[in-house]
């Protein structure tokens, strides 16, 4: 049988958080961590959405790496990202396509889900659920390769 993620796993390691597969996988819920009263499950087919989108990974990439990351710089790297050699000289009506799909839809979402926490200017930060979602992207790549 598959396990996403044994008691002694990278993810577990990195947020911190003991995660057991036998409690919770069988009705289809990873218990994850989350403080301020929040009951914190993310759902699999919740995961999948989240992940199921290349703006929202980069996102949580991005966020994990750099806290307090700015809308802005968000909007610069996923742009960039997104064009086929990387290049950062793309058009502005590109950049401000990305940006209106990051803030009207993508960013809410992750900020909905829990996934990142955002401070009084516009700074964003990673939750345990981003840390997390960061952990299995970084078990994916790592699986490609």
């Known amino acids: 049988m598959f396990e996403l993620t044994p008691p002694s796993s990278p993810v577990a390691e ?3 958080v003991p995660v057991d597969p036998s409690e919770g996988a069988a009705n289809g819920q ?3 961590a989350y403080g301020q009263g929040s009951d914190g499950d993310l759902t699999f ?3 999948f959405d989240i992940l199921s989108n290349s703006k ?3 996102c949580v990439r991005l966020v994990s790496a750099q806290p307090g990351i700015t809308k802005r710089e968000l909007t610069a ?4 990202a997104e064009n086929e050699d990387g290049a950062t ?3 502005a009506a590109t950049e401000k396509s990305v940006y209106v799909t990051l ?3 993508h960013l809410p979402k992750l900020y909905r889900q829990n996934i990142v926490a ?3 200017r516009d700074g964003f930060y990673p939750t345990a659920q981003c840390v997390f979602l960061d952990s299995i992207l970084d078990a994916v790549h790592d699986l490609a390769d």
Do not use: E, M, P
């Open 14 to 16: 990195k947020t911190g």
């Open 30 to 32: 990873l218990d994850i």
């Open 45 to 47: 087919d919740a995961v």
């Open 56 to 58: 929202r990974r980069r």
């Open 77 to 80: 790297r996923v742009t960039a």
């Open 89 to 91: 000289g793309h058009s």
């Open 103 to 105: 803030h009207q839809t």
């Open 118 to 120: 955002q401070d009084g």
